[in-house]
């Protein structure tokens, strides 16, 4: 393997253990605590955590392997679900971008097309409707006559 695919492979895996080891820490109580901005239990924000690891993890191996197909696949899962841990205000949207922009750079590396994330869906803009009042017909000139 090359030294970035090393160096992915082992932040991936103390990420992984970091979060392993934080998990085992906690008493029952803790893992049913409920975490003051919105509510959820500490042990539902591990769960959604560990569960996009192994996404990183198959998207690293496609990579690796190198076949444009895979990586699109695998990325497209990744970022599908950094999306809903945004959403679920697991991780902010400054941090997912860059882990998305990272995963697309790599993708784009390695031979595959680029895959977007979610857009954004916002309200449609108010139309603008320009206040027009008719125009009235120009006034005749006045003419003198000889």
């Not at 539902?44 to 076949?67: D, M, R, T």
């Not at 031979?111 to 954004?120: H, M």
């Not at 309200?123 to 008719?134: D, F, I, L, Q, S």
Request: proline share 5%; glycine share 4%.
């Amino acid at each position: 393997m090359s030294e970035r695919t090393e160096t992915l492979a082992r932040s991936l895996e103390e990420g992984a253990a970091a979060l392993a080891n934080f998990a085992n820490t906690l008493t029952d109580e803790e893992w049913h605590t409920r975490t003051p901005k919105d509510g959820r239990k500490v042990g539902v924000i591990v769960n959604h955590v560990a569960s996009v690891y192994p996404l990183e993890i198959e998207f690293a191996q496609s990579v690796a392997a190198g076949k444009p197909a895979d990586i699109q696949k695998t990325q497209r899962e990744a970022v599908s679900a950094i999306d809903t841990a945004v959403k679920k205000e697991i991780i902010h949207r400054n941090k997912a971008a860059r882990q998305k922009s990272a995963m697309s750079a790599k993708a784009k590396a390695a031979g595959a097309k680029v895959v977007k994330g979610e857009a954004k869906k916002s309200a449609p803009a108010p139309r603008k409707t320009a206040k027009t009042t008719p125009k009235k017909p120009a006034a005749k000139k006045a003419t003198s006559k000889k």
